[in-house]
Each structure stands twice: as C-alpha cells, then as structure tokens.
C-alpha cells in the first residue's frame, strides 16, 4: 500500500506561484502513474496532472502552460509547480498514485488559497 503526503499549499496572491509536494512511502514500486488533483467547496474533485513513466505529462485545459508537474523517482516524490495562479484556483489540492492496473489512492490534500 503506498502512502501519500502533500504539502508545500497555503496562501498566495492572484499571479503568484506555489508549487506542492507530494511523498510517496510504502509500496513505491507499484506506482505506475501519479497526479494532481483539487476539490473546490461543494464541487466535484478535478483532474489537473498526471504523469506516467515513459510519457510526458498531461495536463488539463484549465492549467495547461500555467502548472507543471515532475516525478523524481529516487525521492519518491511528485511536485506541482504552480505560476500565475488565479482565485479559481482556491481548492484543496490532492495527490494520487495509481498502479498499472488504475487502482490509486489519495493523499490528504493540502489547502491553496489565492486571494489579495
């Protein structure tokens, strides 16, 4: 079972940059794929990242050019660089490993706030 840690959210001005962190312990080897998502108040959780080993990331519409992410594996972590951020950007920001079978579970988010 792998366990996941995000950290690195708080709060920050519209344009501004953040970029979280999520750690991965347990059974690291099962990972094939990890990502980034958010869960606004009384909205549905959203895709936003998703990298896969041998592939480059994906990314969806909404922070295409403005969000990256990266998988350092020998870390065992996954960040998300975060620039030019707007208030529709306020969410809890999640952190999610799946193996190649698509069986994943989740960290316990980490609160973006980005307000002036």
């Known amino acids: 079972q792998v366990q996941l840690v995000e950290s690195g959210g708080g709060l920050v001005q519209p344009g501004g940059s953040l970029r979280l962190s999520c750690a991965a312990s347990?059974?690291?080897?099962?990972?094939?794929?990890m990502a980034w998502y958010r869960q606004a108040p009384g909205k549905q959780r959203e895709f936003l990242a998703r990298?896969?080993?041998?592939?480059?990331?994906n990314y969806a519409d909404s922070v295409k050019g403005r969000f990256a992410i990266s998988r350092d594996n020998a870390k065992n972590t996954v960040t998300l660089q975060m620039n030019s951020l707007k208030p529709e950007d306020t969410a809890v920001y999640y952190c999610?490993?799946?193996?190649?079978?698509?069986?994943?579970?989740w960290g316990q988010g980490t609160q973006v706030t980005v307000s002036s």
């Open positions: 999610r490993a799946a193996n190649s079978y698509g069986v994943g579970n």
């Open positions: 347990g059974s690291i080897f099962s990972i094939y794929a």
């Open positions: 990298v896969v080993s041998g592939a480059s990331p």
